[in-house]
């Protein structure tokens, strides 16, 4: 039953006086907004850790050419921005308990999700081949030659950062579908307040990345070279 | 798979509380496993809590007693030992890096699986719903997933004491604050117990910091959502706001300590160098250490101490929260501000996230930072200060039942004042240049931590008891138990002071060594302190002992003690109106409404010096709309028992 | 029961403050410049908390004592608090604790912010599992180039001193500070392979030695003598016993020590060693 209907039943004059929900949302919404917040510390930790070690070596890498990893990384970007739209609307869609549409909007979420892994995967592979390493880089490899040349006394940290932090996105990206995919395929039997959950989780994914994209990608970008 | 999970109980609990108000029909669980092993009532969650810290604990306690007789009779043979833990202790005479093992070992078990489990996990999950008319927690399934996934982290820690890392097997020996470089090349650096049994440490941890989070996370939401009719914020036990606020700082500052367990973890694994600087030498040119570099040890720190320091406050917050509540019981006597004690509380939280540096002040940090770490942490000592006048505040005019839970309540008061005031030499930057990484700490943090958030636990334990198993524990016993303890406890810490200032450094695993017969010093400067070294020892001994009174005394209550009353203690709130011990449903189908506030003792004009608070007002006027029927019964039926 | 409790907490407090003003436990005595200053705000902030240590216990002693219910089913006060008392309360503490903050750091402020006098001495500080290194620049001055690359404790070269930088040809490195009394010495410190700390209780101070950082701290050792070095972050399984020795010598003894060449410098060391013993009174 919906959170409002539930005050009403109990007919308590302030919410906060106990046998009512004060924010007016179920536990599952609370819950979940309050472990976006824990996970949100765990990222920015992580990305404070990035800040501080980028900062405090003398010499950072910035390989990344502009083709193909900002173009990747950009259209995955939209890629995620364009699933939180159709999220907005799986929403709308159950809220007016279309759900048959819900479930398609749902869907291109997922797809949106799902083009955004490929192309990551892509673009890791391709830092690889170029001899991207989690810890250094790999001997002989394109980015040897340009880590010696341009970056020579650069801390093997500039990998390690940034698989662990895009590892970690990745991961939560992944999770993300196979949530929506559950939500989707129970749709009948779960509440319109489940579809905004999982939605929360996945916009929460999607901020994430705007925070990953400019630190991690942007400002690693080889202008000169 | 958490959310899942999630979706899937939550159901249940809603469902629950849709019923509201008016009689659950949910049976309770048939079957020994569902019932007691895998079970999703949070009463037998925090038990099974109160289990793991009981065991924990005493692991802790026997390897602070190894410790201190290593400190005291180097070099002596200790056979049980020698067959024990054939690498760590050769013919049973205890070596440095067992010492340090067993540091390291006391430290991790006694913080994370005796303080953040027993008073928050435990006495939290049994009472919170309780406390506030709530038939179980929010999250009932994620309760269950909370405590076993703690359970696994004990498991693993325990492992590592056995764990083989190179060259010989004792546990990890990093100290519970685990700083790189040492705990991240340690291993190549060839420390002993910096091998698998340092990874099994970090790995715990990390496991120990995601069950936590959801534990927190359950608490928050049932105490936001799942409050009773009436049982406004400020009508709440100081428990709860204890509870809560303790929840809310385990939210946010346990990913911290994930996030940098995991990029440790990387480093000794992957070969990552998040913590590791280069030009790293081993002496001999090895090549294993040239691959770092770049990294930053201090990094590490703030991370650690960023979780760290709210880690302490997690400790002690519960432990406050039950003084307060079993001061105000046994004083016969409301609360003595009782708001100022929740926003202290608060304040204490918040200012805990601004002041980790102070474990810093010399780790090479700017010492600008460290100033304004200074002021800050000097600050932090006002909410205290209140809640402490506040507690005396409480006794004053007060009439005292001295049980066996107010002896340790009172203990919790005169302990905590005793260990923060110290905090006020450490915080200042200047002061610390010297008192640093001595046993002047040591006294700090153990009589804060080590034994006041303990006796907060006592005092719940023995408060708490009979609600719990339905059998009081014998009185006559547990003040056996508490003298030899409170006079215990500053035997050993109280002198740690005077070596602290002597300059009696931290985590050495001597002082000196027994050279034919002579016992010879290894520092000049230490010369005074051989006596107090025994007498510490021997007070820790003697504790120790005393312990197991109050072991045999848990043991035998549980079967044989004298059966309880409903509310054997006069007091007010919640969980006294309800059966003893509580049904499957916490309140056998009836919701209770409240009517007034959690502390209302010898108030003028009241049948008894106590009020609950369930016994609704003459007056009219802060009864919710639709009185209800029947709990006024109940009310009364907490009292009937006198 | 409650008689007994505070006679307790009672005899408590008086033992504890007896053992700090005992003083057989208490700092060697300083030999530093900001030592006395130290040892000025240590006793100041020791008696403050020390009186509300005590304040705060006899008051919990007294209640305790005389608060107890007698059984003659008197009723308590019924009373939930009196803010004026609160607002006193905080107020008093917050102007206390704020005070001996600010105090608190002026000893900081004099051994980290101001940076070190022009006509200190320079010693380089490089720990290493679990013994301490010591490098001077020599007659020269100048500090010779070090490597990580070179070290190799086969050929005693602890902190990897480049042979090849003329610089270094007159450098020593000995496992003894020496310093000169009366006259600022500043030290760079750092370790080689883990964080150790670098303690000598008659200064007054303690500072980590962290791998990859090089950190400066400056003091003015005045009490000619000998003293004892050691490491207070746990490094390693030898960390209780990586210790070490400081000398302060007079200026003429100092001045001839450090205008030895190499070879003699160990040996200079050793002799006044033997001539400076430890001893703290
Ligand atoms: C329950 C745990 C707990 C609690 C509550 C505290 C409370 C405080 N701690 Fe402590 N602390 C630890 C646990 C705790 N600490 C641990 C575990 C460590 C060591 C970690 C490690 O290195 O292994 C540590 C270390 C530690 C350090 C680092 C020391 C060092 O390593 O060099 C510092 C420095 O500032 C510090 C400060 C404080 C302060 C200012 C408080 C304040 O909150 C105290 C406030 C309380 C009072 C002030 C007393 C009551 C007040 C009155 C009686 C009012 C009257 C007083 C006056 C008018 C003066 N603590
Ligand atoms: C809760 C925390 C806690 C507790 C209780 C204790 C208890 C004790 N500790 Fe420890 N200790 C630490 C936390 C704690 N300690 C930490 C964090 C460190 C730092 C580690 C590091 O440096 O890395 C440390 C380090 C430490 C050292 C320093 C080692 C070194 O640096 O060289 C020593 C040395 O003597 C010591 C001694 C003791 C003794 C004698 C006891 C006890 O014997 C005192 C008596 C104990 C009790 C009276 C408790 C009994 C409690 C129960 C039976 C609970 C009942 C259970 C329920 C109610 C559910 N501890
Ligand atoms: Cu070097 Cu401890
Ligand atoms: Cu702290």
Not at chain 1, 78 to 85: E, I, P, Q
Not at chain 2, 432 to 461: K, P, R
Request: glycine residues 10%; hydrophobic residues 50%.
């Amino acid at each position: 039953m919906s959170t409002e209907a539930h005050v009403e039943r109990l007919g308590v004059a302030n919410e906060w006086d106990g046998g009512a929900l004060p924010y007016r949302v179920g536990h599952r919404k609370l819950g979940m907004w309050l472990f976006i917040i824990s996970d949100a510390m765990t990222f920015t930790a992580l990305l404070i850790g990035y800040s501080y070690v980028r900062a405090a070596s003398d010499q950072w890498p910035t390989p990344f050419h502009f083709y193909p990893s900002i173009v990747f990384s950009t259209v995955m970007t939209l890629f995620l921005l364009a699933s939180s739209f159709t999220m907005v609307m799986a929403v709308k869609a159950s809220a007016h308990n279309r759900l048959k549409a819900a479930r398609r909007w749902i869907g291109a979420t997922m797809l949106g999700g799902l083009a955004f892994l490929v192309l990551h995967i892509i673009e890791w592979m391709n830092l690889i081949g170029e001899g991207l390493r989690p810890f250094g880089v790999a001997e002989d490899s394109e980015f040897a030659g340009l880590w010696a040349k341009h970056w020579p006394q650069a801390p093997p940290l500039f990998g390690a950062s940034f698989f662990s932090i895009t590892g970690l996105h990745m991961f939560h990206v992944f999770t993300g579908v196979l949530y929506l995919g559950v939500i989707a395929l129970r749709i009948s039997k779960t509440r319109h307040e489940d579809v905004e959950i999982s939605g929360l989780y996945w916009h929460f994914v999607d901020l994430v990345w705007m925070f990953v994209f400019p630190l991690i990608y942007l400002m690693s970008v080889n202008m000169e070279h | 798979m958490a959310e899942a999970e999630v979706t899937h109980q939550e159901a249940h609990a809603a469902e629950a509380h849709a019923h509201a108000p008016g009689v659950h029909h949910h049976a309770p669980p048939s079957g020994f496993i569902r019932k007691y092993i895998f079970s999703i009532d949070h009463k037998v969650i925090g038990i099974q809590y109160l289990l793991l810290a009981l065991v924990s604990v005493f692991v802790g306690l026997v390897m602070s007693v190894l410790m201190r007789m290593n400190l005291t009779w180097p070099g002596t043979e200790w056979p049980i030992l020698g067959t024990l833990f054939p690498d760590g202790a050769p013919n049973g005479v205890m070596s440095p890096e067992f010492y340090l093992s067993l540091v390291t070992m006391h430290g991790t078990i006694m913080v994370f699986f005796v303080l953040t489990t027993a008073p928050q996990g435990g006495f939290g999950n049994y009472f919170l719903p309780i406390q506030i008319g709530a038939d179980d927690m929010a999250f009932p399934y994620l309760n269950m997933l909370s405590f076993w996934v703690t359970f696994v982290g004990l498991v693993v820690i325990l492992a590592a004491i056995f764990a083989s890392g190179s060259p010989s097997t004792v546990g990890p020996t990093g100290g519970w604050t685990g700083y790189p470089p040492l705990s991240a090349v340690g291993d190549i650096l060839n420390v002993p117990g910096q091998g698998m049994g340092m990874n099994l440490w970090i790995i715990s941890i990390a496991i120990f910091c995601v069950a936590s989070l959801l534990g927190a996370l359950n608490f928050i939401v049932t105490l936001l959502n799942l409050r009773t009719r009436g049982m406004s914020l400020m009508r709440m036990p100081l428990t709860c706001w204890a509870w809560f606020t303790t929840a809310i700082l385990a939210l946010l500052s346990f990913p911290v300590l994930l996030a940098a367990g995991i990029l440790l973890l990387l480093d000794r694994t992957a070969g990552t160098s998040f913590f590791v600087p280069g030009g790293l030498s081993n002496g001999s040119g090895i090549e294993a250490l040239k691959t770092y570099s770049g990294g930053s040890p201090i990094l590490w720190q703030h991370l650690f101490w960023f979780f760290g320091h709210p880690e302490v406050y997690i400790a002690i917050l519960p432990g406050m929260g039950a003084t307060s509540h079993i001061l105000s019981t046994f004083a016969r006597k409301p609360v003595f501000g009782y708001r100022a004690m929740v926003f202290a509380m608060f304040a204490i939280g918040l200012l805990g996230f601004f002041v980790w540096g102070h474990h810093m002040f010399i780790s090479g940090m700017s010492p600008y930072t460290g100033f304004a770490f200074s002021i800050l942490t000097l600050s932090i000592g006002v909410p205290s200060a209140i809640k402490t006048f506040n507690w005396l505040g409480t006794l004053w005019g007060a009439r005292i039942r001295f049980t066996t839970p107010m002896l340790f309540a009172i203990g919790f008061v005169s302990l905590f004042v005793a260990g923060g005031i110290t905090g006020l030499v450490l915080g200042q930057t200047s002061l610390d240049l010297s008192m640093h990484d001595t046993y002047f700490v040591l006294a700090h943090f153990h009589l804060v931590m080590g034994v006041a958030a303990i006796f907060g636990m006592f005092a719940g334990m023995y408060f708490w008891f009979p609600k719990m198993f339905g059998r009081m524990m014998s009185e006559r016993l547990g003040k056996i138990h508490f003298w030899p303890t409170m006079i215990g406890v500053y035997g050993i810490f109280i002198p740690m002071h005077a070596m602290g200032i002597v300059g009696m450094p931290r985590r050495y695993s001597q002082f000196h060594e027994v050279i034919n017969g002579q016992e010879v010093m290894i520092y000049e400067f230490l010369r005074t302190t051989p006596g107090l070294v025994k007498f510490v020892t021997w007070s820790a001994i003697v504790t120790a002992l005393a312990q197991l009174i109050f072991l045999f005394n848990f043991v035998y209550s549980i079967f044989r003690g004298e059966r309880a009353s409903d509310n054997p203690w006069d007091a007010t709130t919640l969980e006294w109106t309800t059966a003893t011990p509580p049904p499957h449903d916490n309140f056998g189908g009836q919701v209770p409404v409240v009517y007034r506030g959690a502390y209302e003792y010898s108030v003028p004009g009241a049948p008894q010096d106590f009020v609950m608070q369930t016994t609704p007002d003459e007056t009219e006027a802060n009864a919710p709309p639709d009185g209800a029927a029947g709990v006024q019964g109940q009310g009364d039926g907490g009292n009937g028992h006198r | 029961m409650g008689r007994a409790l505070a006679v307790f907490i009672w005899v408590m407090t008086i033992l504890s403050v007896w053992m700090f003003l005992d003083g057989r436990w208490w700092f060697p005595k300083s030999i530093t410049e900001h030592g006395p200053a130290y040892d000025q705000q240590f006793v100041l902030t020791i008696v403050v908390v020390g009186v509300a240590f005590a304040a705060a216990q006899v008051a919990l002693g007294y209640a305790v004592w005389r608060f107890r219910d007698t059984g003659d089913g008197s009723r308590a006060v019924y009373s939930h608090g009196n803010n004026r008392m609160e607002i006193l309360w905080t107020a008093i503490t917050a102007v206390v604790f704020i005070t001996v903050a600010v105090l608190g750091q002026r000893v900081w402020a004099g051994l980290h912010f101001e940076p070190a006098p022009p006509d200190s001495n320079h010693v380089r500080v490089v720990a290493q599992q679990f013994q301490w290194n010591f490098h001077y620049a020599g007659p020269d001055g100048k500090f010779g180039r070090t490597d990580p690359a070179k070290i190799s404790d086969e050929s005693l070269n602890f902190i990897g001193l480049d042979s090849a930088d003329p610089a270094a040809a007159d450098d020593a490195v000995v496992a003894t500070l020496v310093t000169q009394a009366g006259r600022p010495v500043e030290l760079n410190l750092t370790a080689r392979d883990v964080t150790h700390s670098l303690w000598v209780p008659p200064l007054r101070f303690k500072q980590d030695l962290v791998p990859g950082l090089d950190i400066k701290v400056h003091f003015k050792p005045l009490q000619v003598g000998q003293y004892e070095i050691a490491c207070a972050e746990l490094c390693g399984q030898q960390h209780y016993k990586m210790k070490s020795f400081m000398l302060v010598l007079p200026e003429d003894e100092h001045r001839q020590l450090t205008s030895l060449p190499q070879a003699q410098f160990q040996a200079q060391v050793t002799q006044l060693l033997k001539k400076y013993p430890v001893k703290y009174d």
